[in-house]
């Protein structure tokens, strides 16, 4: 499965091949926040204006969301989790957003959005962000 919260919406796999899936938020029956990868999801399928589309999706029974690889906790070199916050793709935006303007205020929109971006997918890879 693969979901944008930031988009609202994603793809599910189905189990035994085929054509993915779309999913929208609004399909959701279960909180946007246990849709991670790897999570077993039931729904129904309709066929929707490009292709399938899921509805009235939900955790499959006994399911537990299963935490996405990049989100696995780091460790320090004496074993110990270290302390740091992670954020939705909204806020680090937010934050990012605010230190480039105080930082270099002559930046222009259209390189604040490039640097964004580029952060954002950064982010993503190390498990900063959590979408």
Not at 14 to 23: I, K, N, T
Not at 65 to 76: C, I
Not at 106 to 111: D, K, M, P, S, V
């Amino acid at each position: 499965m693969r979901f944008d919260g930031v988009r609202g919406y994603g793809f599910i796999a189905p189990e035994h091949g085929g054509e993915d899936v779309f999913l929208h938020v609004n399909d959701l029956v279960v909180p946007e926040s246990v849709i991670r990868p790897g999570v077993v999801v039931e729904f129904e399928v309709e066929e929707g204006d490009r292709g399938p589309k899921a509805s009235t999706v939900g955790l499959a029974k006994g399911a537990v969301a299963a935490p996405s690889p990049a989100a696995a906790p780091r460790r320090t070199a004496d074993g110990e989790e270290p302390e740091c916050d992670i954020l939705t793709a909204s806020e680090y935006g937010a934050e990012l957003t605010e230190l480039l303007l105080q930082a270099v205020p002559g930046l222009t929109g259209a390189q604040i959005l490039e640097v964004r971006k580029e952060m954002l997918r950064l982010g993503r890879t190390h498990g900063w962000i959590d979408d």
